[in-house]
């Protein structure tokens, strides 16, 4: 468990998903978006191929901040933009540093990036700090 | 063409998703979540829960039955094939473990455009079957070309 005080950087999330895991993703989470797992349909709508689903990169920002606090019970809200694409077999970055704590939240600035690129961006996340 | 705004404050029925234990194995290990709370019976009931627990972001998973009909609505006139998924939040009160059942309804919260881009809120809000909320989600559409 990190600690959570003003200023603090949570430890950075590193994930590299793997050439299936859309598929796998579409599965779990019911979004069968051609985009995501068919590589021709998604050149021939203008993409450089099968791309990630968004709420699979904030599933990964969630998760950078529940181990940071210790738990899934910890993170009360998320809010975040998407910005551009994510894509497989490429390492995503979650990082995240703590703006303020009060009331027993602490409040965290948090990104996702891949490649340089912000794909999660201005994203928020609020953490209990206690029990 | 402007956008037609008449939608907003629209509500949905509610529809209603059992939390199943091999379901929220499944997308925990496709998000790659490696707390046991999340994929062992025993560890979860260990740390008093009744059964393994949601990852938060499973939110997406019994939010969607409810969601789907007023992303689709006709009446909001959504073209999907320009959309994109501009911004999303969710805001979390009671865990969701197997064997709950989850009560959602959506509705449009606003409708607005900006810079010849349609600007659609959806906005969800989760029960359990004791009546708790577990949920609340805002979800930002962005339909450019409008």
Do not use: C
């Amino acid at each position: 468990m990190a600690e959570l005080n003003e200023g603090a950087s949570l430890p950075d999330l590193k994930v590299t998903p793997d050439r299936y895991l859309t598929v796998r993703y579409a599965g779990a989470s019911g979004d069968f978006n051609p985009i995501h797992i068919d590589e021709e349909f998604a050149k021939q709508v203008g993409l450089p191929g099968r791309i990630l689903h968004g709420l699979y990169t904030m599933a990964q920002v969630a998760r950078a901040q529940t181990e940071a606090a210790g738990g899934p019970e910890k993170l009360k809200r998320l809010a975040v933009q998407f910005r551009g694409m994510g894509l497989p077999e490429h390492e995503i970055t979650v990082s995240g540093t703590v703006r303020e704590v009060r009331d027993g939240v602490a409040v965290v600035d948090t990104v996702a990036e891949q490649d340089g690129k912000q794909i999660i961006r201005n994203a928020e996340a609020e953490l209990a700090t206690s029990d | 063409m402007p956008v037609d705004t008449q939608a907003a404050g629209k509500t949905y029925e509610p529809k209603t998703y059992a939390v199943g234990r091999e379901k929220v194995r499944e997308y925990a290990n496709a998000v790659g979540e490696t707390n046991p709370v999340h994929l062992d019976v025993d560890a979860a009931r260990a740390a008093g829960y009744a059964d393994v627990v949601a990852p938060p972001m499973f939110a997406v998973v019994y939010s969607a039955p409810a969601m789907a009909p007023a992303v689709l609505d006709p009446e909001v006139g959504i073209d999907l094939a320009m959309m994109v998924h501009g911004g999303q939040e969710f805001a979390w009160a009671e865990p969701v473990v197997a064997g709950d059942e989850i009560t959602t309804t959506a509705s449009v919260k606003d409708i607005s455009e900006r810079g010849g881009k349609g600007f659609y809120v959806f906005e969800t809000v989760s029960t359990n079957q004791d009546g708790d909320t577990v949920a609340t989600g805002t979800w930002t559409n962005i339909v450019r070309g409008v």
